[in-house]
């Protein structure tokens, strides 16, 4: 992947919906984009390691050294699709153009997807590619903290969520003078060191200053190369601050993760799939200043053809309980494939 581009808005990725619909017409133009975005220098056989290669009569790519063929998809998370790349893009147009995220039933609907689990597991599948091995970890002045999220909501529809709450440790970044950087939140076992510790070392890069409370848990974090500042909630009382807000960009995040979990999701969110939800969430707040939704549409896509292939049954932890939808699903609208205009590809003119 060529990490020198900087993607520009109508020529790299779509700028609106009619920009996006005409783009992306066929399957082909799909697989084409796709071609571009995997191999942006041209074709390299993922064999061999080749560079170089010609396209054969069956769409597949067959490499000049070892002779082995390959699809653009092979490989990526497209790999063995049963529904349209058609089908797939515009899934994810609206998984990134939504802005408070996108409910599998409100998939299902708008692109006429027969069943719900197909929906949702195209959502999953979606959702499991914004986690990239490389990510940077977090730097300059970071908040850390552990939150409960998930199970049982006070309230909420009777307590009919099951479950129960899964502990989960927030890192922030806090900006100078005032405002946030990125996030990271992970599902813990416990709050022991034992757990916070490598909480602390995959999330913060060393050499950053990290401000946690004074739960014992975080003691001993400055042999891991930080600068470990714990707030105590005593010396807040002391200062006359607030000590509800010792740690004021963790309880930004958290409250912000809760909101979204119940207002996309209803709260009810089984345990085994918290991690990928708070994923989706960091992925949102880390870039809620971009604000052209074709980037987001663009870094998934880009992410996706870097990424393993993921399969339904991998996703299915509880096939019983993904059947049917909460309520069942209307029917408005049509197709998104239909009406669209054909157009040329605009990324390859230059
Ligand atoms: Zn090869």
Known sequence: MDGALQPRAGRHYPRSIGEFQSWFATDADCLDYLDWLRWPEGFVCPRCGHAGGWAVADGRYKCAACGGRTSVTAGTLFDRRRSPLTVWFTACWMFAAQKDGISAQSLQRSL???????????????????VGPGRERLSGTVEVDETYIGGEEPGLRGGLAKGKKALVGVAVEVREPRGYGRCRMAILRDGSAASLHPFVSSHVEPGARVVTDGWTGYHGINELGYTHEPRSQRAARARRDDPGELLPGVHRVASLAKRWLLGTHQGSVEEAH??????????????????????VFYRVLELAV?????????????????????????RRGHPPTMDRPRAGRPWRTT
Do not use: C
């Open 112 to 130: 006429e997807i027969g069943s719900y689990p197909t929906a949702w597991a195209m959502l999953h599948r979606l959702r499991s590619v914004l």
């Open 274 to 295: 918290l991690q990928s939800y708070l994923d989706k969430f960091v992925f949102r707040f880390n870039r809620r200043r971009s604000r052209n939704r074709g980037m």
């Open 306 to 330: 870097a990424h393993d292939p993921v399969r339904y049954r991998d996703l299915v932890v509880d096939p019983q309980a993904k059947q049917a939808p909460p309520a069942p699903p209307g």
